[in-house]
């Protein structure tokens, strides 16, 4: 359906969007990633690469005019305003504005008292209405499904990540899950022989009893041992595997990339991604994998607390879900925090060895005074 854009409301729109994130890889990117923000909120979900190949992205950035010409050839209706504040609090989100006469940014609603956006340098913000005047220029562009929008492309995927990088180690992590199953029968032991002694023994003085008890703790904590041994040693030979074979994937892709690529980009930060594959690889085979194991156990835990107490092991369920509800409303705040540490890292990284190459340069020059800027203002951005 082709939408009115010149609608007029008298009524402050009291809702708020939530628009999927795009960080931008260099300053210039800004308004590629922001038209990619809208495209993806009606689900056209684009790479980074792409927008900004469709846009035109230049050294100097990207005009608003560019902007509007790469949504109309998505199917989109797509028109620049100059608004005032007042006027703006009447569209309907997401639209994009210029701000501070050098960035673009998503405007996912109004708040009372606040302005919420999509900035793609630091993801989803909020500020005051003070704040968002102070950068507002005036310039807005609205941009909405016309009657040649195609929905299209895939979101990134959790699973499907995940998926392409264990498929090669299922049989590693089936025996992992295994042993972590077989874990339940030690972990489910050691309270019934301490039940034992203590009622059986200390209580009622059967010490008749007391070489058996000892006896069968010391095999259940061998075979505790034993099982936490092989599946360590399984979960470490897991992690390796990952790790070359990301690290190997990412290297063959960076060499076949253009070489415009590495003409916008530092040599360091390029590089100090494949550190991110040694993290990752120590994530799907340690924390991820343990936590997924441990999510099962919970199960057969429950069933046998079900058995000494129905109603303790409901408090102790309700406090569990709670604590799921918690992480999920924290980890959904940490998203964007995490991909902005990653492009900084990465940053940091890509001036310091430029620096370092160059360091003949620099002296010779006396730009070390410079450098040493240049690096400080990468460390503490604003």
Known sequence: M????FKPRSVQPQVRVK???ILQMEAVECGAAALGMI????????????????CGVSRDGVTAANILK???????????????????QQLRPPFIVFWH????????GFGKNQVYLNNPAAGAIAVSNQAFDEGYTGVVLVIEPGVDFQPGGKKPSVISALHDRLSGSIGALLYCVLAGFLLVFPNLALPVFTQVFIDNILIRNRLDWLPYVLLGLLLVVGLQGLLT????????????????G????????????????????????ISSRVNLNDTV????????TTTVISAVLVVFYAIAMFQYDAVLTLIVIFFAVVNVVMLQWVSRRRVDANLRLAQEYGKVSGVAIAGLAKHGTLKASGLESDFLRRLGVAITPK
């Open 229 to 244: 041994l092989l599946q360590l040693r399984y979960l470490r030979g897991l992690q390796i595997k990952l790790a070359v």
């Open 101 to 108: 006469f050098n960035h673009f940014l998503v405007v996912d």
């Open 39 to 54: 495209l993806g909120y009606y689900n056209k979900n684009l790479s980074l690469a792409e927008l900004r190949e469709a």
């Open 2 to 5: 082709f939408v009115n854009l």
């Open 281 to 288: 690889a120590d994530v799907l085979s340690g924390r991820l």
């Open 19 to 21: 628009t999927p994130t």
């Open 70 to 88: 790469a949504a109309r050839n998505y199917g989109m209706v797509a028109k620049g305003f100059k608004k005032s504040l007042e006027s703006l």
């Open 246 to 269: 990301m690290s190997s994937r990412f290297v063959w892709h960076v060499l076949r990339l253009p070489i415009g690529f590495y003409a916008q980009r530092y040599a360091g930060e």
